[in-house]
């Protein structure tokens, strides 16, 4: 069984709702009928996530190319509007938590767009003689770096909303020097340490947004922000609003 994790990035949080609304239905029949041609079943989804299941490898892989092919024939005409579609690929005996996990994990932080593990890979150019998974399209996760990914994700699962969160302590945890973890974690996500939590901590805080009435200034509180202004200054910085407009817009 092969596990894909489609996700639309950031909510679309530059586009009005109305907007909003006309891309998703577009999104969602384009998302649908690509998936049915390649015998994906969905296990489940939203207006921004994916959770599907395949028996064919290659049947993943092809699905996955033509998806994000796709994908910029339905973004809105939108100067401000991010194109930008994440899938995670990885191989599973079963749909376990473990799996599963990961393969959202490679979604939302590989800064490439399309992300396999080495398992993927592997089983695709076994399974298809004359082709080769092309690097530049596709990202494929080595075994250490899916090692590397799930002990940071585990440990920032668990620190992130703390205003006193420390990379050093973080690193020293995992038997890694600071150096060591920015190298690595630049190369998987492009952010350095630092903004790669501060941008981890905003992403939260568009899930609070949507699902949770709780005012602005518990919002920042609960995903580690000292202050409401500055919560409010790195998200319009990140998002091109303000956390008020944005829940006007969304919710």
């Known amino acids: 069984m092969v596990i894909m994790v489609i996700e639309i990035s950031d909510f679309l949080s530059r586009v009005e709702a109305s907007q909003y609304s006309i891309f998703t239905q577009k999104f969602h029949a384009s998302v649908s009928k690509t998936l049915r041609k390649f015998n994906g079943t969905i296990k489940s989804k939203d207006n921004n996530n994916y959770l599907v299941v395949f028996s064919s490898v290659t049947d993943t892989v092809q699905c996955a190319l033509e998806i994000q092919y796709k994908f910029k024939y339905v973004t809105p005409k939108h100067e401000a509007f991010s ?100 190298r690595r974690l630049k190369n998987l996500s492009g952010k350095s340490p630092n903004k790669f939590i501060k941008e981890f901590r905003l992403h939260k805080a568009l899930v609070f947004l949507h699902d949770h009435s709780d005012s602005i200034s518990v919002i920042a509180n609960k995903t580690g922000f000292n202050s409401p202004n500055y919560f409010a200054q790195c998200f319009r910085e990140k998002y091109g609003v303000r956390p008020s407009k944005y829940r006007l817009q969304h919710t």
């Open 83 to 182: 194109r930008r579609l994440n899938i995670g690929m990885t191989i599973s005996k079963e749909l376990n938590e473990e799996d599963l996990i990961l393969a959202t994990r490679m979604c939302e932080i590989v800064k490439e767009q399309l992300v396999i593990s080495t398992k993927v890979k592997e089983s695709y150019e076994n399974s298809n003689e004359h082709a080769a998974i092309d690097g530049q399209l596709i990202r494929t996760l080595t075994l250490n770096e899916v090692t590397f990914l799930t002990q940071i994700m585990n440990q920032l699962e668990l620190n992130w909303m703390r205003s006193d969160f420390n990379w050093t302590s973080i690193s020293k945890s995992l038997g890694y020097t600071y150096s060591q973890i920015y």
